[in-house]
């Protein structure tokens, strides 16, 4: 692999590291209008959330729309306090216009008083449209 060829990747994979980073912390400020320009608006756009034996699937961007819209504006963080993320970025592949990260995210906080952990692994498909990326597939399995 040519040395440009190497550099493009890298450039790519922090562009794709920073888009995920910067979607979450749209989440995390209640911002459905910073969350919505982080990903493709298409009938395609997907979400999957796996709990236990339980997952919901939503597909379209009218139907992501709304969730994101739902999500950020309603989520209830009462009780919530000192609430971090870290991502743990286990593996990117970039392939042309097209890309896929896997990632380990652990959040941290103080709810009603006590320490608490959520752990889920993360897989998100992601596009290039425009020279930016975009998230097209995003699926979280909390383990």
């Not at 969730?67 to 971090?84: E, H, P, S």
């Not at 990260?101 to 906080?109: G, N, P, R």
């Amino acid at each position: 692999m040519g040395c440009n060829k190497k550099n493009d990747v890298t450039k790519d994979e922090e562009a794709i590291k920073y888009v995920i980073n910067a979607e979450t912390q749209a989440w995390i400020d209640k911002n459905p209008e910073k969350m919505k320009e982080y990903y493709i608006q298409d009938k395609y756009q997907t979400r999957l959330n796996i709990q236990d034996s339980v997952y919901s699937l939503t597909t379209g961007w009218d139907k992501r729309s709304t969730a994101i819209d739902t999500l950020a504006k309603y989520a209830d963080w009462r009780g919530v306090d000192q609430f971090q993320v870290k991502k743990d970025f286990l593996v990117i592949k970039v392939m042309d216009n097209t890309a896929w990260a896997i990632l380990k995210e652990t959040q941290h906080m103080i709810y009603n008083g006590s320490p608490a952990t959520a752990v889920s692994i993360i897989n998100i498909v992601l596009e290039k449209q425009d020279k930016d990326w975009k998230i097209s597939c995003f699926v979280k399995s909390s383990i």
